[in-house]
């Protein structure tokens, strides 16, 4: 059921009015918060009803309707870091509302983008005490609310159990000073994490009504965020974890040496992902379990992690996917590039080795469900690459893929670096998302990818193009392109049989002058139509040196724009133009053809007379 389209009172509207002096002194007029918080409207997501359960079975994520690819984007208006970062900024309260109504605009925002998953990697630090026990926090209750408001859109949560990123809400959290190699090594760390665990799935949802174990509208679960492994020449030093490899050792019988912690690293990570499943096993969760397995390479370094973690057969496992992230210093958002005329052919053919990617192939794991947690196009605003990420994607076998970090609503048009995705600020990247969420959707895994000429792919219903940066995807009942494709489009465009558009320029049906987004929904006597803004780049999008300084992207919400449409049986006539606001219709002009006709970003309907 889609929720309600509501107007909303915009959060930073009154904060953005009152620009302070920045008190770091850098010489940057920033907004701050007002005297008095401005209303802020959440609208209530009423009855959830759940989504279909989701398992896994031969190797893929499916549902009593079958097999369920996911596309998607990590959305984070639950993490304080996110807050303090991006949000606080912009002038946003650090209140439930606010962060309720900043999860609503994003929802949106991605569900019109297509996403079937949100992934959130929660930083418990902003809910949790020093035991591990749930307090509540407005972040708390904006992941509540954002799993309810996905799941009314249709589009499933996976939920991330253990993160940090140096921010803490709840300042004595126990996760505000565990460190990465704590969390599967340090016994009273993992005693805490199941408390804090067991504690959140129990916990009834406020806008479900279930409590997280049963919420089918969450896809699956995983347990940690890449997770470190303390080495042989670390492990002194810490207390709590060199008292349970003594004790090891003499139950074992093994001498102190690398080649034995190299099987006590083993042994830690089955048993902990055992420990923690059984944990959830007990709460009645009814998700599928997944373990994060980093980035290409690692494999070389913690091949005794992948033992333990194929002992343990969890359900699935986890990898990210950066290209141009290799090519800039390790420090990248301090050493921003332009990576977008890039040719990344070379870095797919690169990961094929067993010991960078390839072992996801093995025997081993053919059983288990495979996932990129992260990828993003780094430094780039390409329109083809994330196309040709999901055809690769598909050909390693994942099931689900989430882009980090969706750029959001509230500070998009302030936002430059290295991941930098906006429905309305990169709009052929965001076309380009669009094309490659219905190639992940259409695409079977194992799908072979031509790695010999990985930047032109072309298929059944799509076709990608580094060469012309655009993408096209049509199966005769929904097209979707990112650029101009009237000179070039190897895909056939059944136009008698479509429903819906989402493009960018002009194709064989519709020719558009400006340069946002454009949907269109086909109903019998109906065009429903939205128009995103024009942008104007007002700064390099790519310069992470500017976020959240100066604005970055203008919209041109008021941009006069001509647009034709050339669908069957709309050609003439004679229309009635109207625009749409908060569910009324007002009229806008009577056309008796849909050849030319002058439009604004804005959402609108066309009716046959």
């Given at each position: 059921m889609k929720l309600k389209r509501l107007l909303i009172f915009a959060v930073m509207s009154a904060a953005l009015s009152c620009g302070k002096e920045n008190p770091s002194?850098?010489?940057?007029?920033?907004?701050?918060?007002?005297?008095?918080?401005?209303?802020?409207?959440?609208?209530?997501?009423?009855?959830?009803?759940?989504?279909?359960?989701?398992?896994?079975?031969?190797?893929?994520?499916?549902?009593?309707?079958?097999?369920?690819?996911?596309?998607?984007?990590?959305?984070?208006p639950c993490l304080s870091w996110e807050y303090d970062n991006r949000l606080a900024p912009r002038g946003i309260p650090e209140t439930s509302d606010?962060?309720?109504?900043?999860?609503?605009?994003?929802?949106?925002?991605?569900?019109?983008?297509?996403?079937?998953?949100?992934?959130?990697?929660?930083?418990?630090?902003?809910?949790?005490?020093?035991?591990?026990?749930?307090v509540e926090s407005p972040y708390l209750d904006a992941l509540d609310y954002m799993v309810a408001v996905a799941a009314s859109e249709g589009i499933y949560t996976t939920i991330t159990l253990i993160n940090e990123m140096s921010k803490a809400y709840v300042s004595a959290s126990v996760f505000a000073t565990a460190e990465r190699d704590d969390w599967a090594?340090?016994?009273?760390?993992?005693?805490?994490?199941?408390?804090?665990?067991?504690?959140?799935?129990?916990?009834?949802?406020?806008?479900?009504?279930?409590?997280?174990?049963?919420?089918?509208?969450?896809?699956?679960?995983?347990?940690?965020n890449e997770p470190d492994f303390w080495t042989y020449d670390e492990i002194g030093q810490h207390t709590g974890a060199a008292m349970e490899y003594s004790a090891w050792l003499k139950e074992t019988g093994n001498d102190d040496s690398s080649a034995s912690y190299w099987d006590y690293r083993r042994c830690a990570a089955r048993d902990y992902i055992d420990g923690m499943q059984a944990v959830m096993e007990e709460c009645g969760a009814v998700q599928p379990v997944i373990w994060n397995h980093k980035w290409a390479g690692y494999r070389k370094s913690a091949g005794d992690i992948f033992q333990g973690v194929l002992q343990a057969a969890p359900d699935g496992v986890s990898i990210c996917a950066y290209p141009g992230q290799n090519l800039v210093p390790s420090d990248y958002w301090n050493s921003p590039e332009d990576?977008?005329?890039?040719?990344?052919?070379?870095?797919?053919?690169?990961?094929?080795?067993?010991?960078?990617?390839?072992?996801?192939?093995?025997?081993?794991?053919?059983?288990m469900v495979k996932v990129a947690y992260e990828f993003e196009a780094f430094f780039n605003q390409s329109a083809y690459l994330y196309p040709v990420m999901a055809l690769w994607f598909r050909s390693l076998g994942l099931s689900s893929a989430a882009m980090w970090t969706y750029t959001e609503k509230e500070y998009a048009q302030?936002?430059?670096?290295?991941?930098?995705?906006?429905?309305?600020?990169?709009?052929?990247?965001?076309?380009?998302?669009?094309?490659a969420g219905e190639i992940f959707r259409s695409v079977p895994a194992g799908t072979l990818f031509d790695y010999t000429n990985a930047n032109e792919q072309t298929g059944r219903n799509y076709a990608i193009s580094r060469s012309r940066d655009l993408a096209v995807f049509c199966d005769g009942r929904r097209l979707c392109h990112t650029g101009d494709i009237t000179s070039w489009c190897p895909v056939d465009i059944e136009a008698e049989t479509l429903e819906s558009i989402a493009g960018r320029k002009s194709s064989s049906v519709v020719s558009y002058s400006g340069n946002g987004l454009y949907f269109i929904d086909?109903?019998?006597?109906?065009?429903?139509?939205?128009?995103?803004?024009?942008?104007?780049?007002?700064?390099?999008?790519?310069?992470?040196?500017?976020?959240?300084?100066?604005?970055?992207?203008?919209?041109?919400?008021?941009?006069?724009?001509?647009?034709?449409?050339?669908?069957?049986?709309?050609?003439?006539?004679?229309?009635?133009?109207?625009?749409?606001?908060?569910?009324?219709?007002?009229?806008?002009?009577?056309?008796?053809?849909?050849e030319r006709f002058g439009i604004r970003p804005g959402d609108y309907v066309i009716e046959r007379k």
């Open positions: 002194g850098d010489g940057h007029d920033w907004p701050v918060l007002p005297d008095e918080e401005p209303d802020v409207e959440v609208p209530d997501p009423g009855i959830v009803g759940s989504l279909p359960a989701v398992s896994v079975r031969n190797g893929e994520f499916v549902t009593s309707e079958g097999a369920l690819p996911m596309w998607g984007v990590n959305l984070q606010a962060l309720c109504s900043v999860a609503y605009n994003n929802v949106m925002e991605v569900s019109r983008l297509g996403a079937d998953i949100i992934r959130v990697h929660l930083t418990p630090a902003d809910f949790t005490d020093a035991e591990g026990n749930i090594m340090d016994p009273d760390v993992i005693e805490k994490s199941e408390r804090y665990v067991g504690s959140l799935l129990r916990r009834v949802n406020p806008y479900t009504g279930r409590s997280y174990a049963e919420e089918t509208a969450i896809a699956y679960w995983e347990l940690l990576l977008t005329g890039e040719d990344f052919s070379s870095w797919f053919s690169d990961r094929v080795p067993e010991e960078m990617y390839g072992w996801l192939s093995l025997p081993a794991y053919s059983d302030y936002h430059a670096g290295s991941h930098f995705l906006s429905l309305t600020c990169t709009p052929p990247k965001a076309a380009g998302f669009i094309v086909i109903e019998d006597d109906s065009l429903y139509l939205t128009i995103e803004p024009d942008i104007v780049s007002q700064q390099n999008a790519w310069d992470s040196g500017l976020a959240n300084r100066t604005m970055v992207t203008e919209l041109g919400s008021g941009t006069d724009n001509e647009m034709g449409i050339m669908l069957p049986g709309w050609t003439e006539g004679g229309f009635t133009l109207y625009s749409l606001s908060g569910g009324e219709k007002t009229v806008l002009s009577e056309l008796e053809s849909l």
